[in-house]
T-cell receptor, first 113, second 114 residues
Framework: AQSVTQLDSQVPVFEEAPVELRCNYS??????LFWYVQYPNQGLQLLLK??????LVESINGFEAEFNKSQTSFHLRKPSVHISDTAEYFC???????????FGSGTKLNVKP | SQTIHQWPATLVQPVGSPLSLECTVE??????LYWYRQAAGRGLQLLFY??????ISSEVPQNLSASRPQDRQFILSSKKLLLSDSGFYLC?????????????FGQGTRLTVV
């Protein structure tokens, strides 16, 4: 069975500070890894994904995540956050063959001025 | 380009009433389709997924059912709503090809059962 654990339910941070949102997963088979972002009362938008190759993946708005197979982690980082990054972030895994997606419980990032 | 439509955006229903939420996808064929529920503090729970017309898999036992009467239409239903059915319901789709690796979400339906 697959599971995704997001260790922090809420992360408060000041604007321009760095942030890391943690994600660990467990799976008996190979998976793809994703980070999605959700703004209030909206659907989820893909932020970035890891499929294969380089273990460091980046988004267009400055976020990056690193796949660590030995620690089964896929933490999301940004060196300097902006007020507009305030949202809820979800880590997810999908199975190679079945495209079923399993999500973590989410981390609410609150960027303060 | 592909789009996903989900409606209604908000819904307030009394306990014991029926439910029908609809989701349609445009611009693609033979997608995988999903219904998720998001409850406060509990993340996204996969309720149903479908790999084709009439093919529905349920992930958790519950008061809800799903149907896929057409290739790009996915419906979430209940005969009698419970208070515990309140939540934010999200429909999603993903492609079938080797390069189709991510899920695309609708804007969600906020259901409040009163």
């Amino acid at each position: 069975a697959q599971s995704v654990t997001q260790l922090d339910s809420q992360v408060p941070v000041f604007e321009e500070a760095p942030v890391e949102l943690r994600c660990n997963y467990s799976s008996s088979v190979s998976v793809y890894l994703f980070w999605y972002v959700q703004y209030p009362n909206q659907g989820l938008q893909l932020l970035l994904k890891y499929l294969s190759g380089s273990t460091l993946v980046e988004s267009i708005n400055g976020f990056e995540a690193e796949f660590n197979k030995s620690q089964t982690s896929f933490h999301l980082r940004k060196p300097s956050v902006h007020i507009s990054d305030t949202a809820e972030y979800f880590c997810a895994v999908s199975l190679y063959n079945f495209n079923k997606f399993y999500f973590g419980s989410g981390t609410k990032l609150n960027v303060k001025p | 380009s592909q789009t996903i439509h989900q409606w209604p955006a908000t819904l307030v229903q009394p306990v014991g009433s029926p439910l029908s939420l609809e989701c349609t996808v445009e611009g693609t064929s033979n997608p995988n389709l999903y219904w998720y529920r998001q409850a406060a503090g509990r993340g996204l729970q996969l309720l149903f997924y479908s790999v084709g017309i009439g093919q529905i898999s349920s992930e958790v036992p519950q008061n809800l059912s799903a149907s896929r009467p057409q290739d790009r239409q996915f419906i979430l239903s209940s005969k009698k709503l419970l208070l515990s059915d309140s939540g934010f319901y999200l429909c999603a789709w993903s492609g079938r090809g080797r390069r189709d690796t991510e899920a695309f979400f609708g804007q969600g339906t906020r259901l409040t059962v009163v």
